[in-house]
């Protein structure tokens, strides 16, 4: 099995930045890609990024060129670096490992943008 916790999420007015973080344990050796995922009130939960073992990055439209998605092998951790946040981007925010047994999601984190 796979955990994953996430951290990072909070409060912060339009054009700030945040950086969310995504600890896995457990069955590492069982992950294949991992991701973040974000879900507003009243929509369904989306792809926001995505990153494969091999480094193969994946945005949604509404993101590129504002968010980065990286990871740490050395730390089971990948990472959210978003900048440039709009109102829109108020959600929580999901970790999401797809691994040989299924998918694995985290607990959410929320990220809030107002001024």
């Known amino acids: 099995q796979v955990q994953l916790v996430e951290s990072g999420g909070g409060l912060v007015q339009p054009g700030g930045s945040l950086r969310l973080s995504c600890a896995a344990s457990?069955?590492?050796?069982?992950?294949?890609?991992m991701g973040w995922y974000r879900q507003a009130p009243g929509k369904q939960r989306e792809l926001v990024a995505s990153i494969t073992n091999g480094g193969r990055t994946n945005y949604a439209d509404s993101v590129k060129g504002r968010f980065t998605i990286s990871r740490d092998n050395a730390k089971n951790t990948v990472y959210l670096q978003m900048n440039s946040l709009k109102p829109e981007d108020t959600a929580v925010y999901y970790c999401?490992?797809?691994?040989?047994?299924?998918?694995?999601w985290g607990q959410g984190t929320q990220v809030t943008v107002s001024s």
């Open positions: 457990g069955s590492i050796f069982s992950i294949n890609a």
């Open positions: 999401n490992a797809a691994t040989i047994w299924g998918i694995r």
